[in-house]
């Protein structure tokens, strides 16, 4: 494993090289940025910044060292839900990372594939790898996964907001709260327009033009990129803050949850964080009876911090010598990603850079979208571009202990040998609506900045390996439809040189079988890879209750995608944006009623 760091380390270091120019172009052009933020969100401040003698004070809960409400994880359900909890309570808002204002690899669509493969301890995205072998990434910056992810903005489907008892009219307020600041209409990309007309030419119609909403067919979604191709994360909903309640602390990691255990149940009454010169404090909720701490860590951040905090199957917190505060058994389990796999689509002309921005909805189970032109600046050959690149980077279903030297050499080789259209084309992505395979979350240490241990079981149910092959014909069918091939100027190929290409493109770490294009399920299998939208771990019902207050203990939710027994809709962002909105409102309803104003 260690030769495989020090082998992705090195390449990467090398792939940026030939970026810095042009990086340093872009940064003079945002060095106003620093002020933008501070002038816009003053409340926005260092970890370190936090005094110690307030922190520290003697008496838990008096007013300089006390909040009502303290956020952990300032992500794409933190922000919204912080600005919201703002208008009426003091709120604590403590991000682990940085602010993606700055942050040139964060900010432009053009360079969404440089902060994946960026995988240094101070990158936005904090690389992963589950026990399946797949490459995946988490937010660490302000704004989570919106700060990281594709883009597409598209609202869940009305079973979804059934399923989990959500309120409607609620819902369909908080979604214009999120659209109204970071939801664009895109202009549709060449390769978007060959997707929809595929599409269409397939059978998944109608075409439902530009709409946030699910519906089956064919459809435009929206985007939180604009028209100058810069990103629009939610920690821009920090717009709606009241800046005279809110202090929102980066680099300021938690490292566990304090409890009060002397009563009947356990209650919430504060956290202990690092700053980023590795400085801890301790902050504490007010002294008042609804006061709350709320994790919005993330799918993997909330079930590991319960855990890293006391709270899961004792086993498990005894294994690594954590007091066990409350016995759940249920406290990262359940765990599910929606697998996707790729097929490339080859070019004799350049294309167009272009992210999600149409999608097909079918009736069996399975969404079709795609990218494009990830692959063609001059590092491409020495720099793996995640899941828009032409090696499909984010791949490799070896297992740690297998990764040998001669692997990785092999590795190497096989990426030296791409053919140099396989830099110039783009992929269709085929993704499993609600997957029935799961898998579970658990410690490796007791490091909150190590990722914990996370197997997702991909296809391990005979269902969703059909849905699969079904979703590879269509995908197939769509590269051999005329509108492709007008586009790419390529002629048509079989479904199985159509394969090929694709496990040829495939450079990862994985031993390529001789069936590979003859079986569909082994093309499955062997290429399955990520689009980040991993949830579980904190299902509601099991760990939380259906307003999300965590089961047997007092002050304590849950309010994020680890909730979710399914991704909603295509694309979850939008969903959990909404969420942060939504759970805002609910909390300061039920503490205010009619007071709350909202």
């Given at each position: 494993m260690a030769l495989v760091g020090a082998f992705l380390k090195k390449n990467l270091l090398i792939s940026f090289l030939p970026f810095l120019c042009c990086l340093l172009s872009l940064l003079s052009s945002c060095q106003g940025s620093k002020q933008f933020y501070e002038d816009k969100y003053p409340f926005i401040k260092k970890a370190s910044s936090f005094s110690s003698s307030s922190s520290f004070s003697s008496s838990r809960g008096s007013s300089e060292s006390s909040f009502d409400y303290i956020i952990v994880g300032g992500g794409t359900a933190g922000c919204p839900l912080a600005a919201t909890l703002s208008q009426n309570f003091s709120v604590l808002l403590l991000e682990r990372g940085g602010v993606p204002f700055n942050n040139v690899n964060v900010s432009f669509l053009s360079n969404f594939h440089l902060n994946l493969a960026d995988i240094s301890s101070q990158s936005a995205s904090q690389f992963f790898i589950s026990k399946d072998g797949v490459f995946n990434a988490r937010g660490r910056v302000l704004g989570g996964g919106s700060s990281i992810n594709a883009g597409f903005y598209t609202r869940a489907n009305s079973g979804f907001i059934e399923r989990v008892g959500w309120d409607k009219k609620l819902v369909n307020e908080s979604y214009p709260w999120v659209e109204k600041v970071i939801a664009h209409h895109p202009k549709l990309a060449p390769w978007q327009k060959a997707l929809k007309d595929s599409l269409l030419d397939v059978g998944v119609s109608p075409f439902n033009g530009f709409t946030y909403d699910h519906m089956y067919g064919t459809k435009v979604g929206g985007t939180i990129f604009d028209k100058f191709g810069r990103r629009h994360t939610s920690a821009e909903l920090l717009y709606y803050a009241n800046p005279k309640k809110i202090t929102v602390l980066?680099?300021?990691?938690?490292?566990?949850?304090?409890?009060?255990?002397?009563?009947?149940?356990?209650?919430?009454?504060?956290?202990?964080?690092?700053?980023?010169?590795?400085n801890e404090h301790q902050v504490f909720l007010a002294n008042k009876q609804k006061s709350e701490i709320i994790l919005a860590c993330g799918a993997i951040g909330s079930p590991q911090m319960l855990l890293l905090s006391g709270v899961g199957p004792k086993a498990e917190l005894e294994k690594h010598n954590i007091p066990v505060v409350l016995d759940n058994e249920f406290v990262g389990k359940g765990m599910a990603d929606n697998p996707m796999n790729t097929i490339f689509v080859p070019s004799n002309r350049p294309v167009h850079q272009s992210l999600i921005q149409t999608v097909g909805i079918t009736k069996f189970g399975v969404y079709i979208e795609a990218s494009s032109g990830f692959g063609q600046s001059n590092d491409s050959f020495h720099c793996h571009h995640g899941i828009m690149s032409a090696e499909i980077g984010q791949l490799s279903t070896i297992p740690p202990k297998q990764r040998t030297p001669e692997a990785i050499q092999d590795f190497i080789r096989r990426k030296r040998e791409l053919p140099h259209e396989a830099f110039k084309g783009?992929?269709?992505?085929?993704?499993?609506?609600?997957?029935?395979?799961?898998?579970?979350?658990?410690?490796?240490?007791?490091?909150?900045?190590?990722?914990?241990?996370?197997?997702?079981?991909?296809?391990?149910?005979?269902?969703?390996?059909?849905?699969?092959?079904?979703?590879?014909?269509?995908?197939?069918?769509?590269?051999?439809?005329?509108?492709?091939?007008?586009?790419?100027?390529?002629?048509?190929?079989?479904?199985?040189?159509?394969?090929?290409?694709?496990?040829?493109?495939?450079?990862?770490?994985?031993?390529?079988?001789?069936?590979d294009t003859k079986s569909l399920e082994q093309f499955c299998k062997d290429t399955v890879i990520t689009i980040w939208h991993f949830h579980g771990g904190c299902h509601v019902g099991k760990v939380v209750t259906p307003d999300h207050k965590v089961f047997g203990i007092h002050g304590l939710r849950v309010v994020d995608g680890s909730t979710f027994n399914e991704s909603p809709g295509t694309n979850p962002q939008a969903t959990v944006l909404m969420m942060g909105r939504y759970m805002g409102v609910k909390i300061l309803r039920e503490r205010l009623g009619k007071d709350a104003g909202v």
């Open positions: 980066i680099h300021a990691t938690v490292q566990k949850i304090v409890f009060d255990t002397l009563g009947k149940r356990p209650k919430a009454v504060g956290v202990i964080f690092k700053d980023e010169k590795g783009g992929f269709i992505l085929e993704k499993i609506a609600n997957p029935i395979s799961t898998g579970e979350l658990t410690l490796i240490n007791t490091n909150v900045d190590d990722n914990p241990s996370v197997s997702f079981n991909y296809f391990s149910h005979p269902q969703d390996l059909a849905r699969c092959v079904d979703g590879v014909r269509m995908a197939a069918k769509i590269v051999q439809s005329q509108h492709f091939l007008n586009y790419t100027q390529c002629d048509k190929q079989t479904v199985e040189e159509i394969l090929n290409a694709s496990v040829k493109a495939n450079v990862n770490l994985i031993p390529k079988n001789i069936n």
